[in-house]
Structure formats: structure tokens, C-alpha cells
């Protein structure tokens, strides 16, 4: 892409907004050096690096770029010996503690960032000479005392010699006074000395460093400081020298770390570069785009980069994919240039990794080249030389466009008679476009208004102009070809009525034809956008009503949680009740088991007691359908059932009557409804086992209970029906596999186990009996 494209769409001037933007001078750089890429996975990095950026300043964080200097040339002078001042050695100080910024804030930073985090891990912290370049160079660029003993001695004697030497002069200001033009002490030289006036020259005695322009006045080094004045001077020699060899010795350490502060400085100025970019993207309210290599290019309320936000008017524009060609008709001063260039400028800035100016989804080509050819030609005199000119930069065009092309013409055939250059303008979008290329080109010549028309992958487009203002809209119209307004214009401006009919009879029926077609097209334009305007009101209301209808529901479903807390809470108070009095009928079956012989009326009073300890609860429950039952099938004695009401599992004994049946649910015998009833299994054969062999309620229980796999809550309520089972089986301990998983359940059995009043103890598995994935509980 040649810099002269670059110039005409006016790249330079998004440079100097992105310029503005960058914090160092090695960012500022890579900002002026910002070229359009036509690699597109280098621009899809480009613009990841973009978005990340852009990510953090939405979060109205930023990253501390300050106190980095472009320490490249001192770096340089360093590693071929030469000795940097006390400034330069600060520089690269700052730079060093700089990187150590924006190391830490990048690798702090909570948000998913990898490629600026990566950034950051290849800038080393070369901590050690940054504090050596501390400990001896001030923050105002000065080495200081504690660079070397030898300077602090050195400075020491040049503060004492000092010292003495002023205090000799001022002995001179207090005794003569009369002698001195000004009672105060001066430096010439590099040495202190006394304003005399001339007639006391040969009084005060010694040395005349310098006199007033008027020659009244003579600054001399009296012969009684010479002395101290030569020691001070050779101690400030010794200071320059050991000043001297501390600065080769920091350049020398500089110089020893050359690639890792040469890394550093690359890597911030890339970290500044990228910042830059996101910054201009906030400034321009831009989008990131989606990059492809097919030539598509759709763009929702694009504005020109170079405009501003409340000036830019914003079009929607797409190309590439329905169609391969734009062709903007319409009179002169209508926004076409703008229009061309703004296409052209957002497809080099998205190229460059920089958002567009256009609503979030747009999507950008990369192209290998875009051709523009774009001058001011918005006079009315047009000449041969303007023609020319065009023609020459067409051809060159010509020699290089492909199908990876963008082509840009404005006033395409412009310059010369209007029919020749209407037909030499469509043969040339005829053999640009058979090349496969995206063209958009604008023109006022009336011929080109139906060449949409007539081509495939082409489509007219024109830009609004609205008559009653006399004023162009700027407004994008994709589909309409632009027609001559010159009528309506002049019919407003005052023109006699007669005039305008008369030029209407000379214009020809075909042209006649076209004009109507775009008024009716405008008309239709129009109508389409009014239809839009109100569904598009219609969805934000539904919008507005789903909301409120989510809001409505979800508070609702609170409510609805609400109650249902309440009722769990009053039934786990009315099965608190059950549990305690099911304990009761447990402890009195057990001392019934000690009975060889079980009395009637007792087992009538415990079966009184269980039938009693169920729960009453107050809250109705849904009808839902009822699982399958025994009262559809056939039962047997013998048949396995459960029995619904109490949830424990029992024996068919006999059929009492139609309706009823005597069930024996572990010792205790009940004759229950055919509906409570749900079978289990088949018994082929049945053997009534005696009244006084107490088994529990469920004999079959076994001594284990695995939960491995169960929700928490399930789990313990499945626990505890087993332990019930258990307890009424007589077991003296059961083990529970929970397995080891994340422990919650193993937790969860233990205090469980701790609250059950028929626990005795609960301990872990032994090697044995599975380990710390079993808990055995022992029973009382």
C-alpha cells in the first residue's frame, strides 16, 4: 500500500490523533511508524492486542507508563565505551523502575489478558542497577556524596576550604567596606573575589579576574585567599575526576546489561503503542472489527474517523458480499467524496489494528491493496489537464488491481464531455470489476443511474438531499440512484413555473422514465425507513413488557420459594414430632422382643401409637398421579408390597374383603386399603412365619448402606429411613459407605450421627471394612 493512497485518504492526520495519545517517546515511534498490514493474522493480532487494552481502560484502570525515557542512544554510547552524564544514568534508573510498573500492573491485573501479560513476563527487572544508579545519582540528575567515600571526603574539604575562604572575604566586607563598590562576595572564574572600586586597586592588593563594563569596579582575589582558593580549585578537580569514575562505573554496568534493557525499552513501547490505540478507539467511540480475506465490509452507523462525533453523519454500508460494487450517483456538494474517503480511511485503520468509528459487529476486509483516485474536483471548470491527470493515475491503477483489490473513484470519467465520459466511466468499472476487485465509485453523470441496473454484483447508491432545506443530508441511500433535483431546486429559489415546464419538454422520455423510477424508489426508500422506525419502536415496548414480565416472575418464583420454606419448616416441626414418638413405638417393641409370648391388646396399642405419630401437616399437596399400586393387580399371600402410608415394605398375608388386605409390616400385622399398597415382588411360595420370631421391620435390611452417589440432602434422608429399618431389626452396628470424594458427605454422616439419640458412637472403617470412605455407626 503506497504512501500516496495513505496521503489522499489523509492516514496522517489519524497518526497525529494517535500520537497524542502515546505516553513515551519510543511509543510516539511506533505510532509515527504505523503502517496497514496486509497479513491478516497480523492484523487480527493487532487488533486482540487492541481489545485487551481496551479492556483494562473500560475498567477505568490504566497502565503506569510514566518516567520511561527512549534510553536506546545512551545504551549505545555505554557498550562502545563512552562515559553517559548523570542525567542519562537517571533515565535509564527511571526507565528501569517504569518497566517494574507496568510489570506488576499487567501480572496483578484479575481480567484475561495473555498477550499484554505475556508482554510483561519478557520485561526483566534489573533491580540491582536501578538501586545502584539510585544510591548514587539524585533525583535532580546530580551525583551524590554517597556514590563514593572518596566524594564525601572530597566534597567534605571543598565545603571546609569554601568555608575558609568566605569567611576571610567577609572579614574585607566588614573592615573596608569604603574600598569595595558592595559589601558582598562574587565568583569569577570559578573563584571568589571582591568588587574594589579602582582607586583602591593598589590598596586591597592581588589578583583582577574581571572589572565592571563602566571600568569603576574591579573584582579581585585579594594575595591573603589565593592560597585557599588554589586548594579549593584542586579540590573540585579531584571531585570531576572521582565524579568522573563513578559514572564510567555505572556506564560500564549499563553497558553489561545491554540486550535486557534494550528488551525492556521494545516491550514497553509496544505495551504504549497498543495503550495508544485503545485510547484513540475510546475517543473515537470505535468498534473492534471482525477481520476477513473474502472483500466483505459491513459497517452499522459508520462516521468519517476525521469528523466530529456531533458533525460526522452516520451510514450504514456494506459490500462484498450480495454485491461487489457501489455506484453513488447525485448532483455535486451531496457528501459523495466523504462517503469514499470514509469507506477508504476505516478499511487502512482497521489494516493498522485500529477500531472504526461504526457500531459494535461491523466487519472489515483486508485487502492487498487500495487504490484511490481522489482529487478535488468539485469546480465547475473542468480542462483537459484535470482529465489527464486522472486518466494517468486510472492506468496505473489498472496495471495493478486484482481481486484482493479495493478501488476507490471519485467523479469517475470527470473532466471531459459528458457522454464520452460517461462511457469510458462504465467500461472501466466493467473491467475493474470483472477483475474481481470491490469498487466504489461516484459520479453525477445521469447515464450511470440505471448501469445497477444492467450489471450483476453491482448496486446504485445515492446520498439524500433534501429540497425544502436546498441542503444536502450526508444520509447513505444503498439501492436509489441520486437524481437531478435542478427542477424542485429552482421551483424554490423562485423560478417562473413556465420556465420549468419548458425544460421539462426538452428532456427526453427515457430520462423522463429514470426520474420517475428514483421518485418512486426515494418514495419507497422513505416508507421502508417509516416502517422500520415503528417496529423497531414495537420491539423496544415488547422489550420493555418481557422485562417487566421476567421482573413480575421472578418475584413470583420468590414469593412461591418463600412459602415453600415456610411449609418445610412446618413440616420438619411436625416430623421432629413423629421421629420422637416413632422413637416411643421403637423402645417399646423392644421390650416386647424379651416376651416369648406377645399379647394382643399390646400389639393393638403400639400399631394405635404408629398410626398416631404421623405427621399432620396443614399444607394440602398437589394432586399428582399416584405410582403404580397393587389395587390394579392381583395379589397373592406371599407378595413383597410397600406400603405407601408409612413407606415401609411388608408381606401379604391374606385377602381381607374386596377392598382390604392383612399385611404384616415387620411384627406388627395391619390391614390396610388396596390402594396403599404398591407390589414389590412375586412369592412362588409362602411359609407364615410364628408371631414371636421378631425380626424388626424389615428383615431383609442389610448391615451396610452405600450413599456413594447421592445428592447431600438424599443421602441423609435415605439414612435415615435405614437407620429406622436398622434399629427395628435389632442390629447392634451398620456400616454407611460414603466413599472419601470431597469429604462433604462423610462430614454430613458424622453429625448426623452426633445428633441421633440411638447412636452410641460413630467411627471410621478399619482397614478391613473400607477405611475412611466408611463411617461405622454403633447402635443402642
Known amino acids: ?260 534493557l534494550y528488551e525492556n525499552v521494545d516491550v514497553l513501547a509496544k505495551i504504549d503503542f497498543i495503550t495508544a490505540r485503545a485510547k484513540l478507539g475510546v475517543q473515537m467511540k470505535a468498534a473492534m472489527p471482525k477481520i476477513n480475506n473474502k472483500g466483505i465490509i459491513k459497517m452499522q452507523q459508520a462516521r468519517h474517523p476525521l469528523l466530529e462525533m456531533d458533525e460526522a453523519i452516520a451510514n450504514d454500508v456494506e459490500i462484498g458480499e450480495n454485491y461487489t460494487s457501489i455506484v453513488i450517483t447525485g448532483p455535486n456538494t451531496g457528501g459523495k467524496t466523504v462517503t469514499l474517503k470514509m469507506i477508504g480511511l476505516c478499511t487502512v485503520m482497521a489494516q493498522s489494528g485500529l477500531g472504526v468509528p461504526a457500531l459494535d459487529g461491523c466487519e472489515m476486509a483486508v485487502f492487498e491493496d487500495v487504490f484511490a483516485d481522489i482529487g478535488d474536483e468539485q469546480s465547475i471548470e473542468q480542462n483537459l489537464s484535470t482529465f489527464s491527470s486522472h486518466m494517468t493515475n486510472i492506468v496505473s491503477i489498472l496495471k495493478q488491481v486484482n481481486h484482493n483489490s479495493l478501488v476507490l473513484f471519485d467523479e469517475l470519467g470527470a473532466g471531459t464531455d459528458p457522454q464520452e465520459g460517461a462511457a469510458l466511466a462504465m467500461s472501466l468499472l466493467d473491467e475493474v470489476i470483472s477483475r474481481g476487485a470491490r469498487v466504489i465509485a461516484t459520479t453525477h453523470y445521469p447515464e450511470l443511474k440505471a448501469y445497477g441496473y444492467n450489471r450483476d454484483n453491482v448496486v446504485n447508491a445515492s446520498v439524500e438531499f433534501d429540497v425544502e432545506t436546498l441542503k444536502p443530508t450526508y444520509r447513505l441511500l444503498i439501492g436509489v440512484p441520486g437524481r437531478s433535483n435542478a427542477f424542485e431546486i429552482s421551483k424554490r429559489l423562485g423560478l417562473d413555473e413556465t420556465i420549468i415546464n419548458q425544460a421539462k419538454s426538452h428532456i427526453g422520455i427515457d430520462s423522463k422514465s429514470v426520474e420517475n423510477m428514483i421518485a418512486s424508489l426515494e418514495k419507497s426508500q422513505r416508507q421502508a425507513e417509516s416502517e422500520y422506525q415503528n417496529a423497531h419502536e414495537i420491539l423496544v415496548e415488547s422489550e420493555q413488557l418481557r422485562n417487566d414480565i421476567v421482573k413480575e416472575w421472578k418475584q413470583f418464583e420468590e414469593k412461591r420459594e418463600g412459602l415453600y420454606k415456610k411449609a418445610e419448616e412446618k413440616a420438619e416441626k411436625a416430623l421432629q414430632k413423629a421421629r420422637v414418638e416413632a422413637e416411643a413405638i421403637v423402645d417399646e417393641i423392644r421390650n416386647m422382643k424379651t416376651d416369648a409370648q406377645l399379647k394382643e391388646h399390646e400389639w393393638i396399642e403400639a400399631r394405635k401409637m404408629l398410626e398416631e405419630a404421623q405427621p399432620d401437616l396443614s399444607v394440602k399437596k398437589k394432586d399428582t398421579p399416584k405410582k403404580k399400586s397393587a389395587s390394579n393387580q392381583q395379589l397373592q399371600p406371599g407378595d413383597e408390597i410397600k406400603l405407601l402410608t408409612v413407606n415401609q415394605h411388608g408381606t401379604i398375608l391374606e385377602k381381607a374383603s374386596d377392598k382390604e388386605y392383612l399385611v404384616q409390616v415387620g411384627v406388627m400385622k395391619v390391614k390396610v386399603k388396596r390402594e396403599d399398597l404398591q407390589l414389590v415382588s412375586k412369592k412362588s411360595t409362602y411359609t407364615e412365619k410364628p408371631l414371636t420370631t421378631v425380626k424388626g421391620s424389615n428383615y431383609h435390611v442389610k448391615t451396610e448402606l452405600d450413599l456413594r452417589g447421592e445428592r447431600f440432602e438424599d443421602a441423609l434422608s435415605k439414612l435415615e429411613k435405614y437407620l429406622d429399618d436398622a434399629l427395628l431389626a435389632g442390629y447392634p452396628k451398620v456400616s454407611i459407605i460414603h466413599g472419601k470424594g470431597t469429604g462433604a458427605l462423610r462430614k454430613g454422616v458424622k453429625e448426623f450421627a452426633q445428633k441421633h439419640p440411638r447412636i452410641s458412637d460413630a467411627r471410621p472403617g478399619a482397614a478391613g471394612e473400607g477405611g475412611s470412605g466408611v463411617t461405622v455407626l454403633e447402635l443402642r
Open 1 to 260: 500500500m503506497n504512501d500516496r493512497i495513505l496521503r489522499v485518504l489523509e492516514f496522517n492526520k489519524i497518526i497525529e490523533q494517535l500520537n497524542s495519545h502515546a505516553a513515551t517517546m519510543i511509543g510516539k515511534d511506533l505510532c509515527s511508524s504505523l503502517k496497514p498490514s496486509v497479513n491478516i493474522e497480523e492484523v487480527k493480532s493487532l487488533h486482540d492486542e487492541t481489545d485487551e487494552a481496551s479492556q483494562i481502560l473500560r475498567l477505568n484502570k490504566a497502565i503506569p507508563l510514566g518516567g520511561i525515557s527512549d534510553i536506546r542512544p545512551s545504551i549505545k554510547r555505554s557498550v562502545i565505551g563512552g562515559v553517559l552524564n548523570a542525567g542519562e544514568c537517571l533515565d535509564v534508573a527511571n526507565t528501569l523502575y517504569g518497566g517494574r510498573q507496568v510489570k506488576g500492573f499487567l501480572e496483578k491485573i484479575e481480567e484475561d489478558l495473555p498477550i499484554l501479560k505475556e508482554f510483561a513476563q519478557q520485561i526483566v527487572a534489573l533491580r540491582e542497577l536501578e538501586i545502584h544508579i539510585n544510591s548514587c545519582v539524585d533525583d535532580n540528575g546530580q551525583v551524590m556524596d554517597s556514590a563514593s567515600d572518596k566524594l564525601r571526603s572530597i566534597r567534605s574539604s571543598i565545603r571546609t576550604y569554601e568555608s575558609r575562604v568566605r569567611d576571610k572575604l567577609d572579614s574585607y566586607t566588614k573592615s573596608k567596606s569604603k574600598m569595595l563598590s558592595d559589601a558582598i562576595i562574587t565568583i569569577r572564574n570559578d573563584r571568589y573575589v571582591l568588587p574594589v572600586k579602582q582607586e583602591y586597586r593598589g590598596t586591597i592588593g592581588g589578583i583582577v579576574h574581571d572589572q565592571s563594563a563602566s571600568g569603576s569596579t574591579l573584582f579581585m582575589e585579594p594575595k591573603s585567599v589565593v592560597d585557599m582558593n588554589n586548594q579549593l580549585q584542586e579540590a573540585k578537580v579531584k571531585e570531576r575526576q572521582e565524579i568522573d569514575r563513578v559514572l564510567r562505573e555505572l556506564s560500564g554496568h549499563i553497558a553489561a546489561n545491554e540486550a535486557a
